[in-house]
């Protein structure tokens, strides 16, 4: 409850009477002050007046007063600046570490606010706010997408900044792991990154020429090449298909010339994959773009348009994984090249990311708005998420939209951070019972 008296002071949602300390002051909340996640107060910077004198400083909040020591702040000199003490129950005075008596006022929680906050607390449907998003105005609606779209944004944006600086600012490095971790599509993500951490680009660039080279080294570094890795049913097949003895032997000349350490293949996930999304085929995908030369960094920041991307990234297994998933067991329901959804996703969770990331660093906005541009003419992604929201009456029209939902789905939805969702805060105003 202590969360939705925050909310209460936030937006001023207060009774529509005077407001007064509790003895009897007058009191103006001027600027409620920044919520503050860290230790010290809950608002910072708030700034109030009672009787004629404004203060600036931090405001504390509490279900009732006698809170204020059971949280320990008479003892902590972090509260010495509070302003107002703010309570939905005054039971008793308070005292900061310094002896003063900071003036305090009782906060009412509005009969309909806690009944709609009780129901989004309470409910299992998702979404919870759903009888609300009918009523919502498209400006609204489109203003938060924009919001999470760009919040999603800046968090991917600090992850590839993390790996830049893991790669000592080596922006190749980072967009090729980023790129490698979404050949995984999901279920391999982790394991397609760790295997780029183990690839040396600067040791394969000196056989770059060679696309059998560079598939033995990348096959080999992912754990690929040990014999035991293969099922025991196909090992006679791979030792005796010609491919596999040349390609372990070849990674063994590089790992010796280069001091190489494959990872472990142990990282690597099999289980109710289609013969397609198998390591081993794309990874094979990966040595033939990478073989190609065309989805290098600097053509990255070249790409302008969604048709210039997938020419970049556009690739296609070796002859052997043509028709074959793993070593030494055929198959002929492999994609020989990426589809164009398959293309489409990693632009918009490699390409877009590393993008925007790139603009922040160098404070280049072209960049940012050039990654915002590419997602709308990109279809919307079709999954669970986005059309539950479509059966609430709103639509994904691009991917713009659709990573905006899933936005809206794992930072506030999954976390139950109804409080500071727009849509949340639609449905808690709402003083009818939505019939």
Sequence with gaps: MEKLLYYIWKYKLFPLRPLQTTDGQPLEVIDPGILNHDAGPDFQNAKVKIGNTIWAGSVEIHQKSSDWFAHGHHEDARYNNVVLHVAEKADQPVITQDGQTPPQMELEVPAYLETNYKALCHTTDYPRCHRVIPRIDTFTVHSWLNALLCERLEQRAETVARRVKTANGDWEQAFFATLARNFGFGINGDAFEEWARHIPLQAVGHHRDDLFQIEALFLGQAGLLDIDTIPQKYREEAANDGYYP???????????????????????????????????????????????????????????????????????????????????????????????????????????PVLYAYGITHAQDVFRQRALQLLEPIQAENNHITRLWDECGIRAESAADSQALLQLKKEYCDRRYCLHCRFGYEFLKRKDNFT
């Excluded at 010339?257 to 990872?263: A, D, I």
């Design 246 to 352: 040349r390609l372990k032997q070849e990674y063994d000349y590089l790992a010796h010339k280069f001091s190489l350490q494959p990872m472990d293949a142990e990282a690597w996930k099999f289980l109710r994959l289609r013969p397609q999304n198998f390591p081993h085929v794309r990874i094979s995908q990966l040595a033939r773009l990478y073989y190609d030369q065309r989805a290098g960094f600097s053509r990255l920041l070249e790409a302008k348009t969604i048709e210039e991307l997938h020419a970049m990234l556009s690739t296609h297994a070796t002859t052997y994984w043509e028709s074959h998933y793993t070593f030494g067991c055929p198959s002929y329901k492999n994609a020989k090249t990426l589809t164009k959804a398959s293309l489409n996703l990693i632009v918009v969770n490699t390409v877009v």
